[in-house]
């Protein structure tokens, strides 16, 4: 199985910075894509940003030019830096990883517990 924990939610102000960290455990072969989801009160969880395991990246156009998205192979870790945060931007952030797991013969999507990102002043 694979584990995931994030790490760096919490209250930004408008225009700020902010970090999230997610980091991969476990029995696997090998991490595909790693993927960042949010889930905002009342709404659809929706794709934020992705990176394959060659490094190219994916972003929502509501993140464009504001979120960076990255990984570390070695260490089984994604991050996103969220910049220019807005009040639209508060959600709970997910961490997801498609991977293989030892034992098994075809790809999973995992996920981890969630975030809260709370943009406000």
């Known amino acids: 199985q694979v584990q995931l924990v994030e790490s760096g939610g919490g209250l930004v102000q408008p225009g700020g910075s902010l970090r999230l960290s997610c980091a991969a455990s476990g029995s696997f072969f090998r991490i595909n894509d790693m993927t960042w989801y949010r889930q905002a009160p009342g709404k659809e969880r929706v794709l934020v940003a992705q990176?394959?395991?060659?490094?190219?990246?994916t972003y929502a156009d509501s993140v464009k030019g504001r979120f960076a998205i990255s990984r570390d192979n070695a260490k089984n870790t994604v991050s996103l830096e969220m910049n220019m945060v807005k009040p639209d931007d508060t959600a709970v952030y997910y961490c997801t990883a498609e991977a293989q797991a030892i034992g098994r013969l075809t790809v999973a999507r995992y996920w981890g517990q969630g975030a809260q990102v709370t943009v406000s002043s």
């Open positions: 990176i394959t395991s060659g490094g190219r990246t």
